[in-house]
Every structure is written in structure tokens, then in C-alpha cells.
């Protein structure tokens, strides 16, 4: 599976939207990126997973470069409870073991 | 229904000793993983289960690691004689089904010190 590279730390003021990038410049055609994130304490979530176009569920969104070298995860409201390590990985879309790096902190403050 | 459960939440062991540590998946979950996670890092895997078939143990560490899981059900990591360097939180996590792209499910993860 591909590499990818994020920011270590970013901080977002309540409300706000959220930006989280991520660089996969290796990506193969076959790999998807997904995102999942952990909260203190917690075991890792699930978030939103995209191939090429551009996708959006009740948690996020997903932008994903017209090259697919580079993504970015928007939370479109942040709130302080979306405080966590949200990790960006790419992998075939059905893989089975996930590969985490060590993600961005994100902490969003009122 | 339930999510994935693990126990203990908490191991406080003492150098050289064995520890057992325990997942049950989502019922229904025929898939099923391990995975460490040391302090301020990512996710390290460990081995995973797919229903009947030899499991992946490509993630093991060491002689010292082992996992069993029995069917469909509960699984069971043991770590012998355990090491200052093993402390973590353990992580097992389900899946509706190898090679599916449903996410994972992880549990709360079991803290294991070793000291």
C-alpha cells in the first residue's frame, strides 16, 4: 500500500470548517484513500473512503485531486467533540490489514 | 447489537509472564484483526482471521505472540513471557467480510503494561 503524508498537528475553531490534508503522490490506480480517525481513548473510526470523484457523507467530505497525488478531509462544522488523530491511508479497496501512520491531531477549540 | 468488545480494558502485568487477551466481534463478522498500537503511534498489525481459512500471521513480532479464534467467534491474543517492550494497547477489530470494503469496527482496545 501506498505511502501518505500529513500534517502532525492542526487546530480549528468550533463551527469552522475543518480542512485536513494528505499527500499520497505513489498512489497506484487500484488503491483508494480512506480516512479513519480516534478519539482519546477509543479504538480507531471509520470516516469516508473515495477513488477518484469527490465524495460526502454524514461525517465528511472527501476531496481528492484530479492526479490522486493529494486529498483533503473537510469536517464542515467542526465541534469539540471531532477533537481526535485522523489518519489518511491508501490501500486496494479490498484489502484486508490497515496501515496507519502517525496521522494529524486535529484540535478544535471553542 | 453490540460493538466489538475486548477485556480486559486494563493489564498491569509484571515482566515474563503470559497474558491472554480477549475480543469478541460483531456477530455476524467473519473477519476479525489484531493490531498494536504503542504510545503517540499508528497502528502496527498484528494477524488476522478469515472465517476458516489460515490466518495471516505476517504481523507477529515474535514466537512470543499467538492468536486463536474459534470460528466465527471470540479470539484470544496470548503473549508469553512478556517484555517492558510490549506494552501497548491492543486493538481487534471486525469486518462484515474479507476482501470487503466495509470498514472496520474496532473495539476500546486493552492497555497492556508490562513492568
Known amino acids: 500500500d501506498a505511502k501518505t503524508t500529513q500534517p502532525p498537528s492542526m487546530d480549528c475553531a468550533e463551527g469552522r470548517a475543518a480542512n485536513l490534508p494528505c499527500n499520497h503522490s505513489?498512489?497506484?490506480?487500484?488503491?483508494?484513500v480512506y480516512w479513519y480517525r480516534q478519539i482519546h481513548s477509543q479504538g480507531p473510526q471509520y470516516i469516508i473512503h473515495g477513488l477518484k470523484n469527490n465524495e460526502t457523507n454524514e461525517m465528511a467530505s472527501l476531496i481528492i485531486t484530479e492526479d490522486r497525488k493529494s486529498s483533503t478531509l473537510i469536517l464542515p462544522h467542526a465541534t469539540l467533540r471531532d477533537t481526535a488523530v485522523y489518519y489518511c491511508i491508501v490501500r486496494v479497496e479490498y484489502g484486508n490489514k490497515l496501515v496507519f501512520g502517525a496521522g494529524t491531531i486535529l484540535r478544535v477549540k471553542s | 447489537g453490540a460493538g466489538v468488545s475486548q477485556s480486559p480494558s486494563n493489564k498491569v502485568t509484571e515482566k515474563g509472564k503470559d497474558v491472554e487477551l480477549r475480543c469478541d466481534p460483531i456477530s455476524g463478522h467473519t473477519a476479525l484483526y489484531w493490531y498494536r498500537q504503542r504510545l503517540g503511534q499508528g497502528l502496527e498489525f498484528l494477524i488476522y482471521f478469515q472465517g476458516n481459512s489460515a490466518p495471516d500471521k505476517s504481523g507477529l513480532p515474535s514466537d512470543r505472540f499467538s492468536a486463536e479464534r474459534t470460528g466465527e467467534s471470540v479470539s484470544t491474543l496470548t503473549i508469553q513471557r512478556t517484555q517492558q517492550e510490549d506494552s501497548a494497547v491492543y486493538l481487534c477489530?471486525?469486518?462484515?467480510?474479507?476482501?470487503?470494503?466495509?470498514?472496520?469496527?474496532f473495539g476500546p482496545g486493552t492497555r497492556l503494561t508490562v513492568l
Open positions: 505513489t498512489i497506484s490506480g487500484n488503491e483508494y
Open positions: 477489530a471486525s469486518t462484515l467480510q474479507w476482501g470487503s470494503y466495509n470498514e472496520q469496527f
